[in-house]
């Protein structure tokens, strides 16, 4: 086996152990665990964006479709969405979760568990409560106009991760952190699942040419998402796992063609999504004929 196949088979489980595996490690050993998923992101953000120019799934994806500018602008925003959304919501839980820990004389968060199997355990619990929104995203007409402006790029590479109108942030941040939180999750197992979610969704989207075998059961990333971002409704409407597969093996919507590395065309059907962000943050709420 060539060098170069050597490093497509190895580079996601490699740095997924070090990135993950590591995280977990240090945490346990005492250090913050802002400070770890800060660093773990960024590193994890340099070394996909470095391995999209060494080792890509598609050259020309590289290049700008005029889809960059608006992409760069996802970014912040993404991040803001965020940022103002999740004070309202620790809010709520905090609420919350005293409220459902007073009724039950317990917490419902296994805390005394090794930190690694708390972190598997968010990882499927996160999972179910991303998997039923995102899939919504897709089977609602209304939803749809929203997380259409994920699926209009028609390459994939590493800003695509970002690139969500702020409704499907707003909906999906919901839905996923809260029932985690509200279970009674530690600080360091929320910090963990969002490294996660920055590695994963680096990885997901990325434009490189990396092997995955048996882990396509696991993982939705790679080869596995870009048949989620098919032209073909018929194959982008399985792997809804925002991280994992779990719950589509589960409800039978995983999907994979073995003959192919992904779809030959990305992208929506009759596309008429303006290419400017202020536009597509103005798409959804346009008059629609056929919802």
Request: charged fraction near 15%; proline fraction near 5%; include cysteine.
């Amino acid at each position: 086996m060539k060098t170069r196949d050597v490093f497509s088979w190895s580079i996601f489980p490699v740095t997924v152990a070090v990135v993950l595996l590591g995280g977990v490690w240090a945490i346990d050993a005492g250090h913050a665990p802002s400070l770890v998923a800060g660093i773990g992101t960024f590193a994890s953000l340099v070394l996909v964006v470095t391995l999209e120019r060494l080792l890509p799934y598609r050259k020309e994806w590289n290049q700008s479709q005029g889809d960059l500018q608006a992409d760069l602008l996802y970014l912040p925003s993404y991040f803001g969405i965020n940022a103002l959304v999740q004070p309202v919501v620790a809010a709520g839980i905090v609420l919350g979760g005293a409220m459902i820990s007073n009724a039950l004389g317990m917490g419902l968060w296994p805390s005394e568990w090794p930190l690694l199997a708390q972190f598997l355990l968010a990882c499927v619990v996160v999972e179910f409560f991303d998997y039923w929104p995102h899939r919504l995203l897709h089977e609602v007409p209304f939803l749809w106009r929203f997380h259409a402006i994920h699926h209009n790029p028609k390459r994939l590479y590493w800003l695509n991760a970002t690139r969500a109108h702020f409704g499907e942030v707003v909906f999906r941040g919901i839905f996923n952190a809260v029932p985690l939180a509200l279970a009674g999750a530690s600080a360091e197992i929320l910090a963990l699942v969002g490294l996660a979610n920055s590695l994963l969704g680096l990885f997901q989207h990325a434009n490189i040419n990396f092997k995955m075998g048996p882990l396509t059961w696991i993982f939705s990333v790679g080869e596995m998402h870009r048949w989620h971002h098919s032209l073909k409704i018929s194959e982008a409407n399985h792997n809804y796992g925002s991280n994992f597969l779990f719950w589509d093996v589960v409800f039978g919507t995983r999907f994979r063609d073995a003959t192919k590395s992904g779809p030959e065309r990305l992208g929506i059907e009759d596309d008429a999504i303006p290419a400017s962000w202020w536009a597509q943050l103005r798409e959804p709420f346009k008059e629609h004929k056929n919802n």
